[in-house]
């Protein structure tokens, strides 16, 4: 969209077009990298989009699928840009929660109807979502509920150790960026990074420093495509800076 890529320190994303004097949270980048998508306060939470075409990028709008304009603040992208999470306080049949996770699939018209993914996945507050290459669903808790032979299994915490509310795990699941209140946090709420061992457990979290986090409140990240680049919000404004830090900060014989 025209920005300067930034370096080891955290700036304010596409000032004036995607970061304004509104509230703004939950950027994301779709694979394809054509189109971007963010979450704006119109008296509600209102899904954006920004789509590149021959002449360039568009101005945001609300995104529409299906003919209904998007009202939530939380989503996210499957690696292969098919499949579309969202939240909604919608009712879904055997739920045991009030805030249920829906899908939408790609279609030759843009996205589906929003469906509500039912028992197991709704047997828990889904919150958050991130999902893997494989399937995989990873939440606020954090939990995670595996897709296997077509089938979601029970939610799992990941570790009784490790929690975290916004999120974003890694395409193959090397690894996961959070945001948490610590009290030995920069600020409010800061970012942080955790690692999958080779036995398949989880480092403990590692703070993203100060080049990301201050004394405000950090949260919602998520990774460009490419995974160059690392996206959040800060008190409700986009920030990004280089993910190199996610490397950095990775113990070795991991």
């Not at 509104?22 to 119109?42: L, M, W």
């Not at 249920?100 to 030759?108: E, Y």
């Not at 958050?128 to 077509?150: C, D, F």
Request: net charge positive.
């Amino acid at each position: 969209i025209g920005q300067t890529p930034p370096g080891d320190t955290a700036v304010v994303f596409a000032p004036g077009i995607v970061t304004t004097k509104k509230n703004e949270s939950n950027f994301i980048v779709a694979p394809d990298g054509k189109t971007v998508y963010f979450s704006r306060d119109h008296k509600r939470m209102m899904v954006m989009e920004l789509k590149k075409d021959g002449s360039g990028w568009t101005s945001p709008r609300v995104a529409v699928f299906s003919g209904v304009p998007m009202n939530t603040c939380e989503f996210d992208i499957s690696p292969d840009g098919q499949t579309f999470f969202s939240n909604f306080r919608k009712h879904v049949r055997g739920s045991r929660v009030a805030l249920n996770l829906f899908v939408s699939k790609r279609t030759d018209n843009g996205w589906s109807k929003p469906k509500g993914l039912g028992p197991p996945v709704s047997d828990q507050t889904m919150h958050a979502a991130s999902v893997s290459r494989n399937g995989t669903l990873y939440a606020s808790g954090i939990i995670k509920v595996e897709l296997k032979n077509g089938k979601y299994q029970k939610a799992k915490k990941i570790s009784p150790r490790i929690k975290g509310h916004h999120l974003e795990v890694d395409p193959d699941e090397r690894f996961i960026i959070f945001d948490a209140r610590k009290k030995s946090g920069l600020g409010r709420s800061d970012l942080y990074v955790i690692y999958r061992k080779k036995d398949n457990t989880w480092t403990l979290p590692q703070n993203l420093g100060k080049g990301i986090n201050s004394s405000k409140s950090e949260g919602s990240p998520s990774l460009s495509p490419d995974g160059k680049y690392l996206f959040f919000q800060r008190n409700f404004n986009i920030y990004w800076v280089s993910a190199s830090i996610i490397d950095k900060l990775k113990p070795k014989g991991i």
